[in-house]
């Protein structure tokens, strides 16, 4: 079992930024890929970014591409999703994730956290 806690979720006009963190506890967090979804009202969730194990892999839906960064330091047990540019397309609540395997595998443990809310103005 491992616990994972999201924070750094805000509100932001259009064009900010926001840094979001997840803290992990219960569990070797340097073993494994992780990764970030988010879920707006109605709609369904959805992957935003993942990191592998050592942090020398990542991936990124098309639509944050080029504007989201995944980075995580096994040393504190967190990762982060550096977010700029935001639009509101972007408001949503965001919830990190642990994979069983590689990211590739699309393979998730346990269950969802609370998740951080973000929240972009136009």
């Known amino acids: 079992q491992v616990q994972l806690v999201e924070s750094g979720g805000g509100l932001v006009q259009a064009g900010g930024s926001l840094r979001l963190s997840c803290a992990a506890s219960?569990?070797?967090?340097?073993?494994?890929?992780m990764g970030w979804f988010r879920q707006a009202p109605e709609k369904e969730r959805e992957f935003v970014a993942a990191?592998?194990?050592?942090?020398?892999?990542?991936d990124y839906t098309d639509s944050v591409k080029g504007r989201f960064t995944i980075s995580r330091s096994n040393a504190d047990n967190t990762m982060y999703l550096q977010m700029t540019s935001l639009r509101p397309e972007d408001t949503a609540v965001y919830y990190c994730?642990?994979?069983?395997?590689?990211?590739?595998?699309?393979?998730?443990?346990?269950?969802w956290g609370q998740g951080t809310q973000v929240t972009v103005s136009s």
């Open positions: 219960g569990r070797t967090f340097s073993a494994y890929a």
């Open positions: 990191i592998n194990w050592s942090g020398t892999r990542t």
């Open positions: 994730a642990l994979y069983r395997d590689s990211f590739d595998s699309r393979r998730l443990f346990g269950s």
